[in-house]
């Protein structure tokens, strides 16, 4: 039973090869040597310090510069839940990123926004709200460069 289902998978894997079949990020694909020359626009605070890391750490060594990313990134708070006593105890974090893919020349290539949320516990000392604030930051950034790759991989797919 288990050789057939090996047999299958072989077979299928080859006819995946037979249609064309190729990594989207693959050694020397076109998608490869267009995130390898975006530039991120500059972070001003933490939470776009991350956004950048990500984003960089998602297209891989700048080996030259022909596209920029610019971007406007907007997190709200919102107090969703409150204790029988007022107190605010759990928090979303909303965040909403517009970019949009500029060439050397100054056309626009790709305008987007991406929009997430994560949440986070106010229960227990103010340093450990503070902690579980920038934890949830820190997704929210990784989820938003997530969103960016994916709809940059589309576009060069096309």
């Not at 289902?5 to 050694?27: D, Q, T």
């Not at 029988?84 to 965040?95: D, I, K, P």
């Not at 100054?106 to 987007?112: D, S, T, Y």
């Not at 820190?138 to 460069?145: F, K, P, Q």
């Amino acid at each position: 039973m288990l050789l057939s289902n090996r047999r299958k998978f072989l077979l299928g894997s080859l006819c995946l090869v037979g249609c064309g079949y190729a990594p989207v990020r693959g050694k020397n694909s076109k998608t490869k040597e267009l995130l390898s020359s975006i530039f991120v626009q500059d972070p001003k605070n933490r939470a776009e310090f991350e956004l950048v890391r990500n984003l960089e750490k998602q297209f891989g060594r700048l080996v030259s510069r022909r596209y920029d990313l610019n971007y406007n990134l907007n997190i709200k708070e919102e107090k969703i839940v409150v204790s029988a006593s007022q107190a605010f105890e759990r928090y979303s974090l909303v965040g909403s990123l517009k970019y949009k893919l500029v060439d050397e020349g100054g056309l626009v290539i790709l305008a987007n926004t991406a929009k997430s949320f994560t949440g986070y516990s106010a229960t227990g000392t103010a340093l450990a709200t503070e902690v579980a604030k920038r934890d949830a930051q820190d997704r929210l950034m990784v989820i938003l460069a997530d969103q960016v790759l994916h709809s940059l991989l589309i576009m060069a797919k096309t």
